[in-house]
């Protein structure tokens, strides 16, 4: 921060001109495309980094009421736990870089809140604990896992009862009374 925020004075020496531009340059490698077009023009780390922080700063409302609904409207629909969670997380970080920081109570609530219905359950009981986010991303974690295994253990029981089913059934009405009805005839006594 003491290398970006004072402005190099008039009579900075080489190195110091030297170490400016390299962290100036570096600067510049790390902006997304977008970024860049804002900043172009800035020929120390000073202007540079005054630049930026002007981008955002004047971004900061508007950002804030964009990230924050996208935040309270998030829902798992589709997503599986983990990628609701990392989304959500994307969420929230995004809200700490503008100064609005979500605390741990809240984020556990909204997190609870977006789950699928199929989690109503776990999201009773978990709501009413008062757990860090952590430990309550691990047990909706490991309940979705559970019911993703029953699920699989119950499509494996009706297709093996499907399978099993039909095939008994098929073998026994062609092995059975027709292969010993057609035996009967061909082997019994002929009527002449």
Same mark, same amino acid.
């Given at each position: 921060? =003491?290398?970006? $925020? ?9 190195? =110091?001109?030297? %170490? ?25 780390? *000073? ?7 002007? *981008? ?7 950002? *804030? ?5 996208? *935040? ?17 997380? =994307? %969420? ?11 605390? $741990? ?9 977006? %789950? ?32 993703? =295994?029953?699920?699989?253990? $119950? ?23 027709r292969g010993d009805w057609s035996g009967e005839r061909t082997t019994g006594p002929s009527p002449h």
């Amino acid at each position: 921060a =003491q290398i970006i $925020e004072p402005p190099l004075p008039a009579n900075a020496i080489a190195f =110091q001109r030297e %170490l400016d531009a390299h962290l100036g340059l570096w600067i510049y490698s790390t902006l997304a495309d977008n970024l860049v077009d804002h900043v172009v023009g800035a020929t120390t780390t *000073y202007d540079l980094w005054t630049r930026i922080n002007a *981008y955002f700063l004047a971004n900061r409302a508007a950002r *804030y009421m964009i990230l924050n609904r996208q *935040y309270r409207n998030l829902k798992q629909g589709d997503l599986s736990i983990s990628e609701y969670a990392r989304r959500m997380k =994307q %969420l929230t970080d995004g809200l700490a870089d503008i100064d609005h920081a979500v605390t $741990e109570v809240d984020l556990t609530t909204q997190f609870l809140h977006g %789950l699928d219905k199929c989690l109503d359950t776990i999201r009773v009981v978990l709501g009413d604990q008062g757990l860090p986010f952590d430990v309550v991303l691990s047990r909706v974690t490991l309940a979705e896992e559970s019911m993703a =295994q029953r699920s699989a253990e $119950e499509s494996a029981s009706v297709f093996a009862l499907h399978n099993g089913g039909s095939s008994s059934g098929s073998s026994s009405s062609t092995g059975g009374p027709r292969g010993d009805w057609s035996g009967e005839r061909t082997t019994g006594p002929s009527p002449h």
